[in-house]
């Protein structure tokens, strides 16, 4: 098996996958990194939504090989311990979440339309979103949280 080394998180990590080993295998099996959730096998529910170079992606719908000397963020990366990072706070400000499963997903979406728009409008948000399924709320809150921590990030990545 070839070593893959990309930077995770800030930090560099070399690892040894199969070829076949999705990005989302590569987070959760070698690096531990579970915040990155699997909710499909039909690359539909977002909730595997990591950064690669800045960019949302799905990391259930990549190879491990192909983010080679890619910088990738993941849930865990984007704030201190104990801190949360302003988009993180405005979920939580606007309960935009209920079971949780989804908010991974959300949060690093929402992460790459911030850097996009430091103003989105609701219908940007929803339209942004519509690859991420919530199976608990109804979009509402979510949308709120969005739009306030895009603000609240001043277009900052
Ligand atoms: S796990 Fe559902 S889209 Fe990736
Ligand atoms: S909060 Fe439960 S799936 Fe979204």
Not at 35 to 60: E, I, M, N
Not at 94 to 120: E, I, N, Y
Request: proline share 4%.
């Amino acid at each position: 098996m070839p070593p893959v080394t990309l930077t995770v998180n800030e930090k560099q990590r070399t690892t040894e996958v199969e070829s076949r080993t999705l990005l989302v295998e590569l987070l959760r099996d070698h690096l531990d990194l579970t915040g990155t959730h699997v909710g499909c096998d039909t690359s539909q529910c977002g909730a595997c939504t990591v950064l690669v170079d800045g960019r949302s992606v799905k990391s259930c719908t990549i190879l491990a090989v192909d983010v080679a000397g890619s910088e990738v963020t993941t849930i865990e990366g984007i704030a201190g311990p104990g801190e949360l990072h302003p988009m993180q706070a405005a979920f939580k400000e606007h309960h935009g979440l209920q079971c949780g499963f989804c908010t991974p997903g959300m949060v690093m979406g929402a992460l790459d339309l911030a850097a996009r728009s430091a103003d989105p409008s609701e219908a940007e948000v929803r339209e942004w979103l519509e690859g991420n399924l919530c199976r608990c709320t109804g979009y509402h809150n979510i949308v709120l949280a969005v739009q306030e921590g895009a603000r609240a990030m001043g277009g900052a990545s």
